[in-house]
């Protein structure tokens, strides 16, 4: 482990923090009751959105080696995958405290193990395949979106659910 934090993570770090920050205040003042509704038909609720963020860390942590720290959570990636249905709470949903509590559990950890990533993990091949790779061709580039603009993107949404439910601007 190198005894600095590389740039890169350094970069990466501050990204994904604020992006964290940013999904913590988004949280805080949902009722709970309310995390799964849908109010308009194809709006991903919140439920879904950090659902679907919370299953991410533990592949970038398999990326940059660090397996020793993924925590799966059961059912998770069926329930929140890429083009998994997004419904109505219909019992299929884990409560808003599962949720939340496991989508910053991963980040926080996937954040503390990024400080001791030497700059030649960022630099090799992504293990991923298909689009991803083809988008993404390195373990840095690949962390660097799911990190930072993928876990934005969906912040966005929620953003715009909260507005759709009358919870407005969480800033």
Not at 20 to 36: M, Q, S
Not at 95 to 102: E, L, Q
Request: charged fraction near 20%; aromatic fraction near 8%.
């Amino acid at each position: 482990m190198p005894a600095t934090v590389s740039q890169i993570a350094d970069i990466m770090i501050a990204s994904g923090s604020r992006a964290l920050g940013y999904g913590e205040l988004l949280l805080k003042d949902i009722p709970a009751d309310r995390f799964a509704h849908m109010p308009l038909p194809n709006m991903n609720h919140a439920a879904f959105n950090y659902g679907h963020l919370s299953i991410y860390p533990n592949r970038l942590l398999s990326m940059i080696g660090r397996d020793d720290l993924v925590v799966e959570k059961p059912g998770f990636t069926d329930l929140f995958k890429a083009g998994s249905p997004c419904v109505e709470q219909d019992g299929r949903y884990p409560a808003k405290d599962v949720i939340a509590s496991y989508y910053v559990d991963r980040y926080q950890a996937l954040l503390k193990a990024l400080e001791g990533v030497a700059e030649e993990t960022f630099a090799r091949p992504n293990p991923a395949e298909g689009r991803m790779r083809e988008l993404f061709p390195t373990v840095g580039k690949a962390v660097n979106f799911l990190l930072g603009a993928h876990h934005m993107m969906h912040l966005g949404q929620v953003s715009a659910w909260r507005r759709a439910i009358g919870l407005g601007s969480a800033m």
